[in-house]
């Protein structure tokens, strides 16, 4: 067996115990621990000259240490345990909202349908035709119902993603956004960003006792 052989066998077989020990998940951290180990267990009796061989591998170093700066930048726990549930939540409210609105156009056709019933017969055509309108433009349901589905399954897989990729690196900076509106005397409020929520989720948006309060404020 050559020496590069030799050595080569002897990095695989201290590789095996250690994923045999370890798992085959190893953050970046420990990459240099692995490769000081790897070193120690190779002589340059063997055929692998240790300079060139650490030259190398700390150039590796040097670069997975490059890329988890990189990927901690992207903040992959503040991803897969804030923004994608947040997202989530988001498509699933929109999925409601359009049931919703579709269930609204079913009835309201369905009363002018019974309208229809009363009326003469030239206008009870016209309602009719209104009616069967109104239910074919209810299918946007289904339609918008299948297409975020689909964006649903890849935001989940996505965010099953991150969050292996925020232990892999050693991502533990978690941050939550302060929504908090603040008002000074004036009953203007300081942070006006805040204000821009858009539609609020069930339960989240301020009740009419809150905005009561509010509106009592200015006077």
Known sequence: MSGNNAAQAQIQVYLDNYRAEHGDS??????????????????????????????????????????????LMMKPLTLSQKDMPEALAELDEIVKATEGSASTIMDAAD?????????????????ADISTILFESTSFQDIC????????????????????????????DL??????VEFDEA???????????????????????????LLASFD
């Open 26 to 71: 190893i953050s970046v951290e420990e990459v240099g621990e692995l490769v000081a180990a790897l070193l120690k267990q190779v002589s340059p009796a063997e055929g692998l000259s240790g300079g060139e061989a650490e030259a190398e591998l700390n150039e590796m170093v040097d670069n997975l240490t490059m890329v988890q700066h990189e990927i």
């Open 111 to 127: 009363k002018l349908a019974m309208l229809g019933e009363d009326a003469d017969e030239e206008t009870a055509d016209q309602i």
């Open 145 to 172: 119902g299948q297409r975020i589905t689909k964006v649903r399954k890849l935001l989940d897989e996505m965010q099953q993603q991150m969050a292996s990729l925020a232990m892999t690196v050693g991502d533990d």
């Open 175 to 180: 941050e939550i956004a302060d929504d908090h």
């Open 187 to 213: 009953g203007f409020a300081v942070n006006e960003e805040n204000l821009l929520h858009g539609p609020q989720r069930e339960g989240q948006g301020n009740s009419q006792d809150d905005i009561d309060a």
